[in-house]
Nanobody
């Protein structure tokens, strides 16, 4: 079955760039209609969708994070990555990668709630 695994440094210094990679197995990140998301959960807070990269390479970002968020992919490795620049301690969170699919309803496209998740990785922003 599809499995996702986050990897990257667990500690990042303020003002630096947080970089994480999600390795996908059991399915291709280029399969039509699938979207590959980054979601985070700060301590004591709810889940926050950060952005996604689609099966065709298109990217989508949360408006609140768009200015310093970049999602990319390496199809040869079946991986997609997150870069969050200029981080602050408020970016401390558990970061998840996840898969959703696109569906059409009422003249609009939507993303499903993720049906596959990575286990999450703790990232702490601290000097």
């Amino acid at each position: 079955q599809v499995q996702l695994q986050e990897s990257g440094p667990g500690l990042v210094k303020p003002s630096q760039t947080l970089s994480l990679t999600c390795t996908v197995s059991g399915g291709s990140i280029t399969t039509s209609d699938y979207y590959w998301s980054w979601i985070r959960q700060p301590p004591g807070k709810g889940l926050e969708w950060m952005g996604a990269i689609a099966y065709d390479g298109s990217t989508y970002y949360s408006p609140s994070l768009k200015s310093h968020t970049s999602i990319s992919r390496d199809t040869s490795k079946n991986q997609f990555s997150l870069q969050l620049s200029s981080v602050t301690p408020e970016d401390t969170a558990v970061y998840y990668c996840a898969r959703s699919f696109k569906y059409y309803s009422g003249r609009h496209y939507y993303l499903s709630p993720p049906n596959y998740w990575g286990q999450g990785t703790q990232v702490t922003v601290s000097s």
